[in-house]
């Protein structure tokens, strides 16, 4: 593996024993999928989960990031001013709050940016088309590769902690634009004007399940297709599958046209997709067994400051239902932002509990002991708290209006 004098210096321990283990970190796994080199990234993403002993060793004689790292939501809904109001059991917390003091004192020291936002791009991590970077989380990964253009690996923890140790990551698979190609076209035979956001999270759901990881190109979708639209189309992609690059011709940066995004080659399979299929997919999360909602969870991905405008409109003047919860995921900067202006205070007012966390709830998903029907607009969230709970909570998805019509009479308002 070809290194530059600066990787053999991190190498041998010249610049201190933490960056020492983080290049041969990368330099053992780069070998393993025969990496030729590193290249610099213009920045990093990490997950604030890791053990704090993992981040004290990996960080010892660092004395600040090299490259701007964000950091992903809190995980395991776990925030530690809001737990309390969430319902959330107290020993669990205490165990969380203890790690998370020890690793914000690291961050703190060494520049880590506490976005805590699965987002980055709205919390001033942007990157622009065709940077290098290294992020963790599915939805901020395959945005990035997809919306913003940027090149990003599907790195786990520890190679990401370790990019944004050395500002290097290891140059193979998708920061390679042979890479990068679709393979497989998605004709979409409805009218995105007349979509909800459940909508395109089925669409994106059901895709992923058919290509698994093969970069798709979404035919038929308008200019018109706002960000939070394009947010709940691709997330789900890269959880029901394992899909990279969504590119939706005529809107995403490489993708002016189909051709473009299928690298001048011919696609190895056609899809179209209607409301048959949409109806289908949804049919997936409306097994509930009774019709009360106890919880109701917005934010996955991050809700955004146009959706916190969506959500305040739709709440206004109502309150939450005695019998159910509400539970907002959103980045801290975009929390003052809503209150500024007033959208935060009438959501809380109703009810709401907003938390910097990831409600998803992965891994520990320490939902109160009582929920047994959860309803979400995000299928990602379905996904994966369905499987965290092992069958003993229920969840329904459906459009933004209807679940928190639902948490404000806590009973299913699905059709």
Same mark, same amino acid.
């Given at each position: ?21 983080? #290049?041969?970190?990368? !330099?053992?796994?780069?070998? *393993? %999928? ?6 610099? /990234?213009?920045? =990093?993403? +990490? ?81 622009? #088309?065709?940077?290098? !970077?290294?992020?963790?989380? *599915? %939805? ?6 997809? /919306?913003?253009? =940027?090149? +990003? ?104 046209? +189909? ?157």
């Amino acid at each position: 593996m070809q290194l530059t004098r600066y990787e053999e210096e991190m190498a041998s321990g010249k610049h201190g024993p933490g960056l020492e283990k983080a #290049i041969n970190i990368l !330099i053992k796994f780069g070998r *393993s %999928c025969s990496v030729e080199k590193f290249v610099p /990234i213009a920045s =990093a993403h +990490t997950m604030p989960k890791e053990p704090p002993e993992l981040l004290m060793e990996l960080t010892e004689g660092v004395e600040a990031v090299p490259v701007l790292t964000t950091l992903h939501p809190l995980m395991s809904a776990f925030n530690p001013d809001k737990w309390m109001a969430m319902g959330i059991r107290e020993d669990f917390a205490l165990s969380e709050l203890k790690d998370h003091e020890k690793r914000q004192a690291i961050y703190k020291k060494l520049g880590f940016i506490q976005t805590y936002s699965c987002l980055p791009m709205h919390v001033g991590n942007l990157p622009r #088309i065709g940077d290098y !970077i290294s992020w963790i989380g *599915s %939805c901020a990964q395959i945005i990035a590769n997809s /919306i913003i253009g =940027a090149r +990003t690996n599907k790195d786990g923890t520890i190679v990401n902690l370790c990019s944004a140790l050395t500002g290097r990551a290891l140059y193979y698979g998708l920061l390679k634009d042979e890479n990068r190609r679709a393979s497989v076209v998605v004709r979409v035979r409805m009218d995105a004007a007349e979509m909800t956001d459940d909508d395109f999270g089925a669409l994106g759901y059901y895709v992923g399940e058919k290509v698994w990881n093969k970069n798709v190109v979404f035919e038929g979708i308008s200019r018109e297709i706002t960000f939070d639209q394009l947010k709940y189309l691709i997330a789900p992609a890269a959880t029901s599958g394992s899909v990279h690059v969504c590119h939706v011709a005529g809107v995403t940066p490489e993708a002016p046209t +189909t051709e473009a995004a299928l690298g001048g080659q011919k696609p190895e399979e056609v899809i179209t997709v209607d409301r048959i299929q949409i109806e289908k997919t949804k049919e997936k999360y409306r097994q509930a067994s009774s019709d009360q909602v106890d919880l109701v969870v917005i934010g996955c991905p991050h809700v955004t400051i146009e959706e916190a405008a969506r959500v305040a409109g739709i709440i206004r003047g109502k309150k939450i239902s005695d019998n159910s919860r509400l539970w907002l995921a959103m980045s801290e900067p975009t929390y003052c932002l809503a209150r500024t202006m007033g959208f935060a205070d009438e959501i809380e007012k109703a009810g709401g509990v907003f938390s910097n966390t990831c409600l998803a709830t992965i891994p520990d998903s320490p939902i109160p002991d009582s929920v047994r029907t959860v309803m979400t607009n995000s299928f990602k969230a379905a996904h994966y708290i369905t499987a965290l709970q092992k069958g003993k909570v229920k969840v329904v998805v459906g459009s933004l209006k209807q679940c928190l019509q639902s948490a404000v009479s806590g009973k299913l308002e699905v059709n």
